[in-house]
């Protein structure tokens, strides 16, 4: 862990706040690339994660960018109703999840809404490295474009195009124009809200684009629960030991009350925190972490949130 200070924090667009983070200590941050994230511990205990979306060079402060969510579970009501400059906060070491192909030949960045934090930190990298590449970020509205000044004054400025809802016609976002034709060099980044990534994802499926040049990162998931959940058991391989799972529980929640600690973050099956290995057994995925060939092979699952087909399932723990 590693105790951090506000230093500043900022309105970048309607509901839209980015802090500004140093070491209480002076020192400088951990390194980080372009995609990477942290933990961030918050007043009540939550951990909430959050996108780097500074430089990835710079290491004197991180950057992040907060949306209040009206369906926030804390963690964004928090940030923007309790956390005040000179605050002291804890954060984790910086982690990636949605790395970037820095040698990729062409590099295609979709950025909706908040989404724009990781994008941005990728767009910074590539015109560092000279690269060819396109962002393209959507917005409701312009008042919800968060860094638009930022963008506007960036070396990459021409790069970026700006597509709001309640503009012309002519500017909104044309997905399958923009991803016709893929190229095997050309690599896809999408960040955003489910819907949004949903669509550019499902457009460029439709194009062809193969899975492993299509990468994502979601904020946020729906809600898994759901009225047919039934009962399974999950037995530890190391012990034999057999746990039944409810059906209003999820296996993390039963494994932790039979003393079974295992490492939890965003609980919604999208940092991967969790992932435990499957060695029998059919999952039912309902994590938005692993691709779809991830789980086609049904060797590991999201315990935070995904379930089983089968009635026993044989966890690698």
Not at 285 to 291: G, M
Request: hydrophobic share 40%.
């Amino acid at each position: 862990m590693i105790e951090v200070i506000v230093l500043a924090r900022h309105n970048e667009a309607t509901d839209i706040c980015s802090f500004e983070l140093a070491r209480a200590d002076g020192a400088p941050l951990p390194a980080f690339d372009a995609g990477a994230h942290i933990d961030l511990h918050l007043p009540g205990g939550l951990i909430r994660q959050y996108s780097l979306c500074n430089h990835p060079q710079e290491r004197q402060h991180y950057l992040i960018g907060v949306l209040k969510d009206p369906a926030s579970r804390g963690g964004s009501r928090a940030l923007h109703e309790q956390v005040t400059v000179g605050q002291r906060l804890q954060i984790s070491a910086p982690r990636n999840l949605f790395p970037l192909a820095e040698d990729a030949r062409r590099s295609l960045l979709f950025a909706g809404g908040i989404g724009i934090t990781p994008i941005l930190c990728m767009a910074e990298r590539l015109s560092q490295l000279g690269a060819d590449f396109e962002l393209h970020y959507c917005a409701r509205s312009s008042e919800r474009a968060a860094f638009v000044e930022r963008l506007q004054a960036a070396p990459f400025a021409t790069r970026v195009q700006l597509h709001c809802d309640d503009g012309p016609a002519a500017q909104r976002l044309d997905a399958a124009a923009l991803l016709a034709d893929p190229d095997a060099g050309t690599h896809l980044y999408v960040c955003g809200p489910g819907g949004f990534m949903a669509h550019v994802l499902d457009t460029a499926k439709a194009q062809g684009w193969a899975d492993q040049r299509a990468h994502r990162e979601y904020f946020a998931a729906a809600p898994t629960a759901r009225e047919d959940d039934g009962s399974f058991a999950v037995q530890l391989n190391s012990s034999g030991q057999i746990i039944q799972i409810p059906a209003d529980r999820s296996v993390a929640q039963a494994l932790e009350a039979c003393g079974i600690q295992i490492p939890l973050s965003c609980e919604q099956g999208i940092c991967g925190t969790c992932l435990t290995g499957v060695l029998a057994g059919e999952p039912e995925h309902r994590d938005l972490y692993l691709s779809e060939a991830e789980q086609a092979r049904n060797d590991q699952f999201t315990p935070c949130c995904s379930r089983a087909k089968s009635a026993l399932l044989v966890l690698d723990l």
